[in-house]
Each structure stands twice: as structure tokens, then as C-alpha cells.
């Protein structure tokens, strides 16, 4: 349970990461969408802070940070491209996939089939990183819904398009990434 408890915190992390300095740039442009300054910020923030509540076993520098945001576009594109959607069923199981994960954590203490101090730190840890990130409870599940999303709908690509293959769809978008960073000045890694 702690397992996807942290998961799902990284998930959240990769999907919003930034950087702080952003260059004289406002904002620049991965497969058409736009990355902005203040996006990028956020995200650096978002990292900082699961670095400081021990999520993270250290702060992502800047390349990282943005690579990460670069990565998370490049996905999207690929969903866009390839027509990846979700069920309206899919889209309700990853709204709820936050309530349920604490359901199932609450109830694995209730009955002892989970180490409740193990269980109730998972809890601690993930409160401690909504409030370290000023959202309630309810924005920290509308972003680990967003999250899940997101992992359903790369799921469904590496069966669809990469017949299974998510090596496959890592290369592609490692490679991306890379070259995206490159034209911005990031050099490589």
C-alpha cells in the first residue's frame, strides 16, 4: 500500500515538475503546447517538497525538472496522435483512485491485514504533501485522479501502438526529450 501511495505521489510530481529559472524565456513550445514560466515553477516547488518530506531521496536540478515537464507534453502528444482516450468508466475509476487507495488502507488497518504503522505513515506522508503544497485533500485528489489518468491512457498506448513494448515508447520519448532540451540549451544530460 505505501508503495502506491508514493506511486501515486510521483505520478503527480512528473506530471506537474518545473524549473525555477526558466531562462529569458516566458514560455517555449513542445509538440504545440506551450510550457510556461509559472508551470515550470510550480513544478520545481512540487519537487522541492517531496524532496524535504523524504519522497524523493534528492532535488531533481533543473534539466530534471524540465526534461520531466518535457516528457510528461511529449506523452500527451502521443495520446493525441494515436486517438487515446479513456472509457467514461476508466475516467471514474481514476477520479476516485485516491478515496479508494485510503479506503483500502484504512480497511487493511481495521482488519490487520497491513502494518497500521506503516499504513498510517503512508497517510502522514501524503497529508504532509498536500499541505506542504497548499491544496486541500480534494485538489490533492482531483491531481492524483489527473495522474491516474494519465497512467491508464500510457497503459493503453504501449499495448495499442507499441504492441506491448513500453522500452519501446521510453526510447522514443527519452530521445525526444533529449532533442527538445538540446534546441532549448539544455545540452545533454
Not at 27 to 35: A, L
Not at 101 to 117: F, K, V, Y
Request: with cysteine; glycine share 6%; aromatic share 6%.
Amino acid at each position: 500500500m505505501k508503495k502506491t501511495m508514493m506511486v501515486m505521489l510521483m505520478v503527480i510530481c512528473a506530471m506537474i515538475l518545473t524549473v525555477s529559472a526558466f531562462g529569458t524565456q516566458d514560455c517555449f513550445y513542445v509538440e504545440g503546447d506551450e510550457i510556461t514560466r509559472s508551470e515550470l515553477e510550480e513544478a520545481q516547488h512540487n519537487a522541492e517538497v517531496l524532496h524535504a518530506i523524504g519522497v524523493s531521496d534528492s532535488a531533481p536540478d533543473e534539466r530534471e525538472v524540465l526534461a520531466q515537464t518535457v516528457r510528461v507534453s511529449l506523452l500527451e502528444a502521443e495520446f493525441e496522435e494515436h486517438g487515446i482516450t479513456l472509457t467514461p468508466e476508466e475516467e471514474s475509476q481514476a477520479e476516485n483512485s485516491y478515496a479508494d487507495t485510503r479506503a483500502a488502507i484504512l480497511a487493511a488497518i481495521e482488519d490487520g491485514s497491513t502494518d497500521p504503522n506503516a499504513a498510517r505513515q503512508t497517510l502522514e506522508t501524503v497529508q504532509a504533501y498536500w499541505e506542504a503544497m497548499g491544496w486541500t485533500e480534494e485538489e490533492y485528489a482531483r491531481r492524483a485522479g489527473e495522474s491516474m489518468m494519465v497512467s491508464m491512457k500510457k497503459a493503453k498506448l504501449i499495448e495499442t501502438v507499441y504492441a506491448g513494448d513500453g522500452a519501446a515508447l521510453e526510447a522514443k520519448l527519452d530521445a525526444e526529450t533529449e532533442q527538445v532540451l538540446s534546441e532549448a540549451g539544455y545540452g545533454a544530460s
